[in-house]
């Protein structure tokens, strides 16, 4: 058995299964919501959009938009959580825990409050702005000290510029008297009511990431062998270190530009995955991308049903599935070390 | 030269070593304290002299002066005060024990049990039992979450890092879990979600001061009586045994006092953050890091923190946006038609049945509304900004 789970050709037998239960959970959430929508009806509004049907407006302008943006940013979180989780050689690391998302949350709320932006390209950059300004600032702040990038340290560094910049950002949305939906969006994140040409205006940027997460992924194999074992290989280290960082400030920013600072999923999936591809980047960064759309999925499926007639943000969601796993992980990966 | 100063007593089987400098800061801090709580009193939508304030104090000056100092300004100041006193002590604490200046009450999650609890209270009990018991709930959600994180943390005992792990873990469930009931509750208006949010001393009377000061009477000496094992504690655990701490036992009563710190602070305030982070910090900076200096230094100053902030929120609005006069006259008519306010410290009962009041007639008053919630983003937001000078 354990031959077989090694073997390429099992792993892309599993990709391909991922893929399928990617697309069956886009349908899932086309489908399911206050109201039951066919299969007919979703495949006509796909194909010939007949304004007049109401369960054909619903998809076309309510679910198709948020599937597929749900399925995009759980790609794009996953990913960026498996890179970052590789970089700081940590099993808690993900971008909204080191304050990432809430650093472009933030930023993109001061933007649109403060100097009244709204196009959408502008807003993506400041988005990545933002999420670098987060990462650069718990980096420096993780590796401040004796001991350099301890676990400890960048966690805690990552919770507390979270709680600063989430604290901005609530006193910028209270300042401007927006209403508490609004304050949980930026806050939490959410996938419901985008737009598709929200997704289509990051989707470069997007693609771009995903494509540089699959080309650094040999990479990173070397890179978590460590420091020195990566030098002696012949690695730039230094520079792997900054494309990868780019890679994952590009993915997060441009994921909290569409939907907020949705957090946990990196964490969560990159654990999940590992047990099926082994440490081995180029096997990990697909299978995140497919588990983290599929997670993203059903997290806002399930979000729809458990306060009815209320929805749950996705984002809340995420925090219940991830906390135990966090805590979880906590107990287990840290108690070796 | 000498920085400690011996103190013997003929009489007592006592003696004990004082540092100067720890000594001179703290009074420095104790002025500095005092003066920014008279000029706190007089700053506002109306403008007081000190000396105003120190006669309106006394029982003497205007009728006005007196109504506003007495019932107003003079419990919310001193609340913000003890507040930070006991945010202050309770970071001193949880950095001591895990040995980390990032850890505070705020991140670990105890700060987010106590506002779900007091959530939770408003949400589903409010309609049955009165509101007095709110503090209650509040301390009781940070005692049990402290609790959780405790057991979850342990495995053949508890270390610092997976208690502080495991506490950020629980933090993030909990804000989740407030959220979710915030969401759930369209009974909510968003100014009084924020409170449990963001925190602020808005509207805090002399039953909320009355409420909080037992707690730091109490726990604020125990904590320095055992200043000695947090001491120990700071050195790693394997140290802290070897010079005959017993490392576990210690810990959990030293976090049980935090927790009751914080969960009073949060009782009164809500989830005012970063004050439990920085105030340790800056007092480490002053005096260094031997607890029994560190502890009064950092109490100091996080009251003092925490009175310039609300100080800064409570006035800097205004003069933004809305003429002080009319606001002044707003608030006028608010009081005069509540007499039963302008009476000093009252039985707990019926003091918080007129806070309730007044609280409700603010309420319908759309302008007072605003003013409060810009109120509280303030305080989120000069907090933030005492956290970025301090990084």
């Known amino acids: 058995m354990e031959r077989l789970s090694a073997s390429p050709l099992f792993k892309t037998v599993g990709l391909a299964l991922g893929l399928v239960l990617v697309a069956a959970g886009l349908f899932a959430s086309m489908a399911f919501g206050l109201s039951t929508i066919g299969l007919s009806d979703i495949y006509r509004a796909a194909t010939k959009y007949d304004a007049a049907s109401n369960a054909q407006i619903i998809v076309h302008t309510a679910r198709m938009p948020r599937a597929f943006t749900a399925a995009a940013i759980g790609a794009c979180l996953a990913v960026a959580g498996a890179l970052i989780q590789g970089l700081t050689r940590n099993p808690l690391a993900d971008p909204s825990l080191l304050g990432i998302n809430y650093g472009a949350s933030c930023l993109i709320v001061f933007a649109v409050t403060r100097l009244s932006i709204s196009s959408l390209p502008a807003l993506t950059a400041v988005s990545f702005a933002g999420a670098a300004i987060a990462a650069i600032a718990v980096y420096m702040l993780g590796a401040i000290g004796r001991d350099g990038l301890t676990p400890l340290k960048i966690i805690l560094a990552g919770a507390a510029l979270s709680a600063l910049f989430s604290s901005f950002t609530q006193g910028m949305l209270v300042l401007n008297e927006q209403g508490l939906s609004e304050m949980m969006f930026w806050l939490t994140g959410s996938v419901a009511g985008r737009s598709l040409e929200m997704l289509q205006a990051v989707l470069p940027v997007m693609a771009a990431g995903m494509i540089g997460a699959l080309w650094i992924a040999r990479h990173m194999n070397v890179l978590t062998m460590g420091e020195h074992t990566a030098q002696g290989l012949g690695q730039r280290t230094a520079l792997i270190k900054i494309f990868a960082g780019i890679i994952v400030v590009a993915l997060a920013g441009s994921s909290v530009a569409v939907a907020g600072p949705v957090g946990f999923i990196g964490l969560i999936v990159p654990t999940l995955v590992r047990p099926f591809t082994g440490s081995d980047y180029r096997w990990i960064v697909p299978y995140s991308a497919v588990a983290g759309a599929l997670l993203l999925l059903s997290a806002d499926i399930a979000g729809r049903f458990l306060i009815r007639p209320e929805e749950l943000p996705v984002g809340i969601m995420t925090a219940i599935i991830g906390t135990p796993a966090f805590i979880a992980i906590a107990r287990k990966g840290l108690a070796q070390k | 030269m000498k920085s400690y100063k011996s103190a013997r007593f003929a009489r007592l089987p006592i003696s004990f070593l004082l540092h ?237 006092i935090s927790v009751a710190l914080a969960g009073a602070a949060v009782a009164v305030g809500g989830a005012i953050s970063f004050v439990g982070l920085i105030a340790p910090h800056m007092a480490r900076k002053l005096v260094g890091s031997s607890f029994g200096g560190m502890l009064p230094i950092s109490a100091l100053l996080g009251g003092l923190i925490v009175v310039i902030a609300d100080t800064i929120s409570r006035t800097a609005f205004f003069t933004l946006r809305y003429s002080g006069r009319r606001i002044y006259g707003r608030r006028r008519r608010a009081f005069f038609h509540l007499p039963a306010l302008s009476q000093s410290p009252c039985v707990s009962g019926n003091c918080h049945a007129s806070h309730r009041d007044r609280l409700a007639y603010e309420r319908r008053d759309k302008t007072d509304c605003i003013s409060a919630s810009s109120r509280l983003a303030d305080h989120g937001r000069s907090n933030g900004f005492f956290c970025l000078y301090i990084l």
């Not at chain 2, 009728?63 to 300004?73: A, D, N, P």
């Not at chain 2, 409010?126 to 018991?133: D, K, Y």
């Not at chain 2, 208006?189 to 925190?199: P, R």
């Open chain 2, 20 to 256: 100067k400098k720890t000594l001179t800061t703290a009074i420095v801090l104790a002025v500095a304290g005092a003066a920014a709580l008279l000029l706190s009193v007089g700053l506002g939508d109306m403008r007081m002299y000190p000396q105003e304030v120190v006669r309106a104090m006394l029982g003497s000056g205007a009728e006005e002066h007196r109504l506003v100092v007495h019932t107003i300004r003079l419990p919310r100041i001193l609340a913000a005060f003890l507040v930070g006193i006991a945010l202050a002590a309770a970071g001193s604490l949880l950095q001591g024990i895990i040995r980390n200046p990032l850890a505070s009450p705020d991140i670990i999650g105890i700060t987010s049990g106590a506002s779900l609890a007091a959530v939770v209270f408003i949400s589903y009990l409010s309609a049955t039992v009165s509101i007095v018991w709110l503090p209650v709930a509040a301390m009781t959600g940070a005692c049990l979450t402290a609790l959780l994180i405790y057991m979850l943390a342990w495995r053949r005992g508890v270390t610092a890092i997976r208690l502080v792990l495991v506490g950020i873990g629980i933090n993030f469930l909990l804000g989740s879990a407030t959220k979710v009931l915030l969401l759930k509750n369209p009974a909510y208006t968003s100014s009084q979600a924020y409170v449990w949010l963001t925190g602020t001393v808005y509207g805090s009377d002399w039953g909320m001061v009355g409420m909080i000061a037992p707690w730091l009477a109490v726990f604020i000496p125990v904590a320095f009586a055992l200043a000695r094992h947090v001491n120990a504690l700071q050195l790693g655990d394997d140290v802290a045994s070897g010079v005959g701490s017993a490392v576990q036992r210690h810990r959990f009563g030293l976090l049980m």
